[in-house]
């Protein structure tokens, strides 16, 4: 039955790529608004093999992660430190709470105007936009660990450092991993958005620009689709990781 | 001092604060932060509390705010009966889920171009492009919350004699209404963070132009303090959607408490 | 031994001050099994956690073999009621019995000691499970292996059997028995079901409520080992449990007996 309905899913897919074919061969739409699928298809496969289709995305990707690390890096012991000490919660409170629902982009301009329009640009406004959201998380998961968990460690007589990560972290681990998983879909939709706006930079963001620039519709749709692929992608190798380490929470919590 | 410090955190949180604000005062005024590349804090507050007397701002302000409000509400009106709809028909569902996980991972910034090719540089991008990023969240949670419905209620209205329409509009949305003020909130940010971003890239009105602007004219305090009214922006638009929420859900928590009482 | 003096527990909201506790005193001898009984709301839960260590009288004093404590006694350990959240749930049952030793004893240590409380609650062969893959009763059997395996010298329990069906009860009271017996040590036991009281102690504390406080101390002269039908047929079960669920609904009314 299952498979019957994702059969189906499949079907309806199929058909509004098949209509859309159709509408782009009969000339319902212009190749300049909405080129038909086969045409980006031939462009996507004659990019990789003949340009440097394959360099820009790697470009990215290599952007992506570096940023990604470098955010968890920093933000998730950040975090945990708001997340430990009251006193430094407090004092950062008002802080934070003005920030949160700040649109991290707004960073931008501040970036480019520091630092140029460089790699090194490039990766601080994701790794700053993607840690941010990383560094709220991790520091409700441990403000939010339940009370009994720590009880259970003051009546073992539980030290608070040997607390802290047996207890407190490993409680917490499941609204990390939340971070971690928005923090990534923050990091794409920041890395499309820098790479637009940095000119000569190179990755896919750029080449989709470019592609734009130069008319060339069909090229530019096969950059966006690669965009949502790598993302996809980055994200499925972080759920397989999720998975194997909160094996323990996907059954506590029944799903 | 710490033992007072502790119970009084709000004091802490404001004594920070005013330490921040202080050293970044004395920091750029004494040269310790390059004054080419900072403006100092009295500077870009007051140049903040300036623009707000300017009427170019105000038009830039009018221009964001109508393009993200209008792109929100259009997605609200289409993601959430579309959303119920494919929690409630498994048919639907079945049939639209694998297009819409396609679209999914794409990050609505990078069909900026598509949008501008298609319908031209204009508020139609705009409005389309915040459309687009806010109905899928909005989508997501309106059928997350139709699946969490109690399937009693649905089978009692049903047997009251109940239309589908009815049905939806009586039932299936105040009881889903938890999970889709969750997605209308990631909404909220959503479409102020496509929006922005849109109008940083292509636009020649509107507070995220604004602020490139400034950065392109090497208008020092004019970044800094446009970048603090993109977050003022962000913060008073939490702020209402956190107002609406806490309303509507007030009357969900009180109907759930006398039901069990 | 165990000894409580004078113990208040106010809780203070702004200018006004509950009274949860007022001038609680009591002694309780060596491998003494006492119950603490009394109706839902006074206190009881307080007191034991004031005993434990995991909060703070407003007034008085627990002194434990001699010593006035201040924080969670070596001695001591606390059973939760809510067995299900004190249980990790990203440990496995074995690594949940061996937390409390780990980095106190070698690890073949740690393991065979663990092993060997699991088989006393019954739960061998579960080592490998997690906590949300057992039932409530076995979970809390968990709870109580984990426990006992620092060997405390006092066991406090805060209602562990009262989300569990009768049947489950039965028979945790019946093993928790074999394990006091076997390896005997103070027990604590905080209860409102006034038939589990009298069944597994050698006395019960009765408490009233508003403010909390003792209301009696009745020894329980029923001979050892207790048996689930023998033992609820004694006559002096009965006058027993006559005699407390008098007390109870006194003072859960708010009077004096």
């Not at chain 1, 080129?35 to 290599?62: H, Q």
């Not at chain 1, 991790?138 to 009880?151: F, K, N, T, W």
């Not at chain 2, 638009?237 to 039901?259: D, G, V």
Request: one cysteine or more; charged letters at 15%.
């Amino acid at each position: 039955m299952k498979r019957l309905s994702g059969l189906l899913g499949l079907a309806v897919f199929l058909a509004i790529i098949g209509i859309w074919e159709a509408a782009a061969r009969l000339g319902l739409v212009t190749p300049e608004q909405l080129p038909a699928p086969s045409s980006i298809i031939y462009a996507l496969v004659s990019e990789f093999r003949d340009g440097n289709l394959a360099v820009e995305v790697g470009r990215t990707a290599r952007r992506l992660t570096l940023a990604f690390v470098i955010a968890g890096v920093v933000c998730i012991p950040a975090g945990f430190a708001l997340g430990r000490w009251e006193l430094l919660h407090a004092a950062f409170r008002p802080l934070i709470e003005f920030l949160r629902p700040m649109p991290v982009i707004a960073i931008l301009p501040i970036a480019v105007f520091l630092f140029g329009l460089g790699d090194g640009m490039v990766v601080s406004v994701i790794a700053f936009a993607s840690g941010w959201v990383v560094l709220l998380h991790a520091m409700d998961g441990i403000r939010s660990v339940d009370p009994i968990l720590i009880d259970t460690g003051t009546t073992f007589q539980i030290s608070g450092p040997r607390q802290f990560f047996t207890i407190v972290v490993p409680a917490a681990a499941p609204h990390v991993f939340t971070g971690l998983r928005l923090g990534l879909g923050t990091a794409v939709i920041v890395t499309v958005v820098v790479e637009f706006a940095s000119g000569f930079g190179g990755g896919l963001g750029n080449y989709i620009d470019v592609s734009q620039g130069a008319l060339r519709i069909p090229e530019t749709y096969a950059g966006v689709g690669l965009i949502g692929l790598l993302g996809y992608l980055i994200g499925q190798v972080f759920l397989f990781a999720e998975h194997r380490l909160m094996a323990w929470h996907h059954g506590y919590t029944g799903h | 001092m710490l033992q007072a410090l502790r119970t009084r955190p709000q004091l802490c949180g404001l004594l920070t604060v005013l330490a921040i604000l202080l050293a970044w005062e004395i920091g750029v005024r004494s040269g310790l932060l390059n004054d080419k590349l900072i403006s100092p804090a009295s500077t870009t507050l007051l140049r903040f509390a300036w623009e707000w007397t300017k009427p170019d701002f105000y038009a830039d302000f009018v221009v964001t705010t109508f393009r993200i409000a209008t792109g929100f509400f259009l997605a609200v009106a289409v993601a959430i009966p579309l959303g119920l709809a494919m929690g409630y028909w498994t048919l639907l569902h079945r049939m639209f889920f694998l297009t819409v996980e396609v679209i999914r991972p794409i990050p609505t910034t990078a069909l900026l171009p598509i949008a501008a090719i298609m319908v031209g540089i204009g508020n139609t991008m705009y409005v389309s492009l915040v459309f687009l990023a806010t109905a899928i969240p909005i989508l997501l949670a309106s059928v997350d919350g139709v699946r969490t419905v109690d399937p009693i209620l649905i089978g009692s209205a049903k047997t009251l004699g109940k239309s589908t329409a009815e049905i939806f509009r009586t039932v299936l949305l105040p009881a889903a209404f938890p999970h889709i003020a969750v997605g209308l909130r990631i909404g909220v940010a959503t479409a102020l963070l496509v929006g922005i971003s849109a109008e940083m890239l292509l636009s020649s009105e509107g507070l995220g132009h604004r602020v490139v602007y400034a950065q392109r004219t090497f208008d020092i305090s004019g970044i800094y303090a446009g970048v603090l009214t993109l977050a003022t922006l962000g913060f008073a638009l939490n702020k209402i959607a956190m107002y609406f929420e806490a309303r509507a859900l007030r009357w969900h928590t009180q109907s759930k408490q006398k039901l069990w009482s | 031994m165990l000894q409580v003096r004078n113990l208040s527990k106010d809780y203070r909201r702004g200018a006004t001050s509950t009274p949860a506790l007022t001038t609680i005193t009591f002694d309780v001898a060596d491998r003494q099994f006492v119950s603490i009984l009394g109706p839902s709301g006074c206190g009881k839960s307080t007191l034991l956690r004031c005993i434990a260590g995991l909060t703070l009288p407003s007034a008085g004093e627990v002194v434990v073999d001699g010593v006035v404590i201040h924080e969670a006694p070596e001695e001591m350990v606390y059973i939760f009621q809510e067995y299900g959240r004190s249980l990790f749930p990203w440990r496995r049952l074995l690594g949940n019995v061996s937390y409390p030793l780990e980095g106190r004893l070698a690890k073949a240590a740690v393991q065979e000691r663990a092993r060997k409380y699991i088989a006393m609650v019954g739960l061998t062969g579960f080592e490998s499970h997690y906590p949300w893959e057992m039932s409530g009763g076995m979970q809390q059997r968990a709870a109580i292996a984990r426990a006992l395996v620092k060997e405390p010298k006092y066991l406090l329990m805060d209602e562990p059997f009262g989300a569990l069906d009768a049947q489950t009860r039965g028979h945790l009271e019946d093993t928790l028995l074999q394990v006091w017996t076997g390896s005997p040590r103070t027990v604590l036991f905080v209860t409102h079901d006034i038939d589990e009281a009298i069944y597994l102690s050698d006395r019960v504390l009765v408490m009233g409520a508003r403010p909390g406080r003792i209301v009696e101390d009745i020894v329980i002269e029923l001979p050892r080992p207790r048996h689930q039908i023998d033992t609820k047929e004694d006559r002096r079960f009965s006058q027993y449990r006559r005699r407390l669920f008098g007390l109870i609904e006194t003072s859960s009314a708010g009077g004096q007996p």
